[in-house]
């Protein structure tokens, strides 16, 4: 594969990046967090055979397991390239292993802030170049059926990791760093916001055509916490990854901030300059609407357990969501990523309820 062969084919379905424009769209756009996943039989047979951060470093197997929801839903409006928010730590030098039944685990986590200067910060995003030449290999192999999204974790997020040593449902470690290292914190969030900002850039110089941030672990946070550890970084990292792409004459792309759990903060989110705000499941399409105001697309936020009820009763919800939000600068979605038992046929219902609302 020819990874400088940027002459992609052309988009067919621009729902997605006109509806985070703000442009008219003749139906309501629709994708899925965790849409190439674990729920998916043919995922799983991919899995079978490959370590999990194998599939994320082979082009050609992220490609597959990307176009994979494509292939079996025919309402979907965009595709997110495979890959995973902790393929950042692992470029600074950090090892991350995926453990069945448990998720990502770091045999090493950071113990204390003199650990930061160990992180091998250069070179960092030549160490994921693997993410960009998926996203090359997924443009040409979509052929412009949908738009590709790539994505990043957030500051706050991965430094939580790299504390916590994987998910915590605590982040006491991460908590007793912000109390006791305040200077350090904000050096190691600087840190991974530098590199992020590259990592962004070198995605849609790749092909990505709307970016996604997450900010996973914003519900560790109170409004205080969230505008002084996160918002500052994500801010950053949106007129970073502008700037960048002006300096080297690369197309801008609209961004989306997912805060799971930062409902409290939308104000501040409606602030930082993304064209496109995630909601969890957790806030209220209207009153998010009323405080973030008429410039700023909304993307959500169907409850991902809701996927269990039956396909009329997703049906009849996703349709009350999608009125609720209206058909104007608004993204379907659900309000987090899809869980690994969702039934295949919750999708179907899911998706076209979306293109059936309005």
């Known amino acids: 594969m020819d990874y400088s062969n940027k002459n992609f084919p052309a988009l067919k379905n621009s729902r997605l990046l006109d509806a985070a424009n703000g442009k008219d769209v003749d139906k309501v756009p629709v994708w899925v967090m965790r849409q190439a996943g674990r729920y998916l039989p043919e995922f799983q047979a991919v899995r079978a055979k490959h370590d999990f951060f194998t599939v994320c470093r082979t082009p050609e197997l992220a490609c597959e397991v990307t176009l994979q929801p494509l292939r079996r839903y025919d309402h979907l409006d965009a595709s997110i390239i495979f890959s995973d928010i902790l393929v950042i730590p692992q470029a600074l030098g950090m090892t991350v292993e995926m453990h069945p039944g448990q998720g990502p685990v770091f045999p090493k986590p950071l113990a204390s802030p003199s650990e930061i200067n160990e992180l091998q910060e250069e070179g960092a995003v030549s160490r994921l170049l693997y993410v960009g030449q998926a996203i090359t290999l997924t ?3 979509i052929e412009g059926k949908v ?5 990043t974790g957030a500051p706050f997020t991965l430094m939580g990791y790299m504390i916590e040593g994987g998910g915590s449902k605590t982040m006491s470690k991460t908590k007793e760093w912000l109390d006791k290292h305040s200077k350090d914190v904000h050096r190691l969030l600087s840190l991974l916001t530098r590199v992020i900002i590259d990592y962004l850039v070198m995605q849609v110089d790749s092909g990505a055509q709307l970016l996604q941030v997450f900010e996973s672990s914003a519900d560790h ?6 505008a002084e550890v996160s918002a500052p970084y994500l801010k950053d990292i949106r007129t970073g990854v502008q700037k960048k792409l002006q300096e080297k004459s690369l197309e801008q792309v609209p961004m989306t901030v997912f805060a799971k759990g930062g409902g409290h903060s939308l104000d501040i989110q409606a602030t930082m300059g993304y064209e496109t705000i995630g909601l969890d499941w957790t806030v209220d399409p209207v009153e ?3 405080v973030v105001g008429d410039n700023i697309t909304l993307q959500g936020n169907l409850d991902p357990q809701d996927l269990y009820k039956s396909p009329e009763e997703i049906k009849n919800l996703t349709k009350e969501m999608v009125q609720k ?8 979605n659900l309000g987090h990523g899809i869980t690994p038992q969702t039934p295949l046929e919750s999708m179907t219902a899911f998706t076209e309820a979306v293109h059936e609302a309005l």
Request: net charge positive.
């Open 221 to 226: 946070l109170s409004r205080e916490q969230f």
């Open 139 to 141: 443009r040409h192999k």
């Open 325 to 332: 939000f209206g058909k104007t600068r608004y993204i379907a």
């Open 288 to 290: 998010a609407r009323k």
């Open 147 to 151: 738009p590709l999204i790539g994505f």
